[in-house]
C-alpha cells in the first residue's frame, strides 16, 4: 500500500515563495512518476506537475511553466514543488498523488486523469 504526506503548505505573500513536500512510502520499485495536483475552492482538480525516476522526465502545466519546480530526493523517496513568483491564483489545496505502478508522467497531459493514491493535501493560500 502506497502511502503519501505532504507538508510545506501555508500563507505567503504575493510574489513570494514556498516548497512543498511529499513523503512517499510503500513503493516497490525505485521506478515511479510523482506527482501534484491542486484544487482551488468551486473548481475542478487539476494536474500540476509530476516527475518521473524513471529517465528523470517531468511534466509542469502552463500555469506554473517558468514558476515551480519540481524534483526528487531518491534516498528518501520524496518529491519537493518549489513554488516561486506566487499569484493569488495559485491559492488551492495541493495534493501529490501516484499510480505505483506507472513509471511517466505521459497520463498528466490528459486533464481528466487522476492516479489511484493521494495525500491528504496541503494548503497553500497566497495573499497580502
Known amino acids: 500500500q502506497v502511502h503519501l504526506v505532504e507538508s510545506g503548505g501555508g500563507l505567503v505573500q504575493p510574489g513570494g515563495s514556498l516548497r512543498l513536500s511529499c513523503a512517499a512510502s510503500g513503493f516497490t520499485s525505485d521506478e515511479y512518476a510523482i506527482g501534484w495536483f491542486r484544487q482551488a475552492p468551486g473548481k475542478e ?20 511553466k517558468g514558476r515551480f519546480t519540481i524534483s526528487v530526493d531518491k534516498a528518501k523517496t520524496t518529491v519537493y514543488l518549489q513554488m516561486n513568483s506566487l499569484e493569488p491564483e495559485d491559492t488551492a489545496v495541493y495534493y501529490c498523488a501516484t499510480d505505483a505502478v506507472l513509471r511517466t508522467c505521459n497520463p498528466y497531459s490528459n486533464s481528466n486523469y487522476r492516479p489511484d493514491y493521494w495525500g491528504q493535501g496541503t494548503q497553500v493560500t497566497v495573499s497580502s
Open 45 to 64: 482538480r487539476e494536474g500540476v506537475s509530476c516527475i518521473s525516476t524513471w529517465g528523470g522526465r517531468t511534466f509542469y502545466a502552463d500555469f506554473v
